[in-house]
């Protein structure tokens, strides 16, 4: 099982960027995906999760401005990010809770990072 997280970029304050986070391999269900975020010199940090059944939840810092969805048929989550500031610069990752085919436990797994960087 991979995820292969894509969409990162440089942004000028108060832009948009839309990130997506694709599952692939021998997949029989996903449950909870996450945005994390680790900037300069400060610890990974939940950013948003949504759940199976599409219920979402934020960190205070993001509320308002980013929005978390998910395209079961795809394994894909998204975060879309508008009206981004400098402070929301940071390598943002994500992770599922992926049940293997022929397994019978959830385990997580992570992206690789994608870089964004909100700068004039």
């Known amino acids: 099982v991979q995820l292969q997280a894509s969409g990162g970029g440089l942004v000028q304050p108060g832009g948009s960027l839309r990130l997506s986070c694709a599952a692939s391999?021998?997949?029989?269900?996903?449950?909870?995906m996450h945005w994390y975020r680790q900037g300069p010199g400060n610890q990974r940090d939940m950013v948003a999760f949504?759940?199976?059944?599409?219920?979402?939840n934020y960190a205070d810092s993001v509320k308002g401005r980013f929005t978390i969805s998910r395209d079961n048929a795809k394994n894909t989550v998204y975060l879309q990010m508008s009206s981004l500031k400098p402070e929301d610069t940071a390598v943002y990752y994500c992770?599922?809770?992926?049940?293997?085919?022929?397994?019978?436990?959830?385990?997580?797994?992570w992206g690789q990072g994608t870089q964004v960087t909100v700068s004039s």
């Open positions: 391999g021998s997949i029989f269900s996903i449950g909870n």
């Open positions: 992770n599922a809770d992926i049940r293997r085919i022929g397994y019978r436990s959830y385990n997580i797994y």
């Open positions: 949504i759940t199976s059944g599409g219920s979402t």
